[in-house]
């Protein structure tokens, strides 16, 4: 079936550095991507998002990274800080509606001091 | 602005028995959902209502669980009788949903766990 993935099912970073995560996508129909973060015991908070009609957007310290081509997204975070210890999630939806929501398994990302 | 609540927070029960979660938007999202989420998975959405309607409950196994929206504000989600694969954190979210999407916000869920 079509699915979101993630290449990494963990990522360990020194505080400062910059942070990638990845994540591929299989349906060619999705429009719109958006990226969770799951700190323990929460839901899922909203990061950043992109519709399939651009190719980079940038947000506070993060930027999504999307390219069609080879169906492949990414969530750059710049001097990563100890808060930003988390599951990242990459979600897809089609038909331009957030309704229809499709995570991937998420990359547990450590901050180490 | 409060974001969404649910209840209860955690919740164990045997397997055969039957539970309700309960789930309180942000005032004025009409659009609601209900996620499951498996230890180590990502959520995976069970139903979605647009006010008291339903919009997609194509993933909602129905012969145990249900879920209702009446009023188009609050929202209950039933699972009779649980079995032990229903483990899991239950999620809802809400969004303003106007013509083209919008940001969808969670709760902090409740761990379900069946013994």
């Known amino acids: ?113 | 602005e409060a974001g969404v609540a649910q209840s209860p927070r955690y919740k164990i029960i045997e397997k055969r028995q039957s539970v309700a979660f309960w789930c309180n938007p942000i005032s004025g999202h009409a659009t609601l959902y209900w996620y499951q989420q498996i230890l180590g998975q990502g959520p995976k959405l069970l139903i979605q209502f647009q006010n008291n309607g339903v919009v997609d409950d194509s993933q909602l196994p129905k012969d145990r669980f249900s879920a209702e929206r009446l009023k188009g504000v609050d929202s209950t989600l039933k699972i009779q009788p649980a079995k032990l694969e229903d483990s899991a954190v239950y999620l809802c979210a809400s969004s303003t949903l106007r013509g083209g999407g919008d940001t969808q916000y969670f709760g902090p869920g409740t761990r379900l766990t069946v013994l």
């Open chain 1, 1 to 113: 079936g079509e699915s979101v993935g993630l290449h990494l099912p963990t990522l360990s970073v020194q505080e400062g550095d910059n942070s990638i995560i990845n994540c591929a996508y299989s349906n060619s129909a999705s429009d719109y991507f958006i990226w969770y973060k799951q700190e323990s015991g929460k839901g899922p908070q909203f990061i950043i998002d992109i519709r399939s009609n651009m190719d980079k957007r940038q947000g506070q310290r993060v930027t999504v990274l999307l390219n069609k081509t080879v169906k492949h997204l990414s969530l750059q975070i710049a001097a990563t800080q100890p808060g930003d210890s988390a599951v990242y999630f990459c979600a897809e939806t089609y038909g331009g509606s957030q309704g229809n929501l499709i995570f991937g398994k998420g990359t547990k990302l450590s901050v180490k001091p």
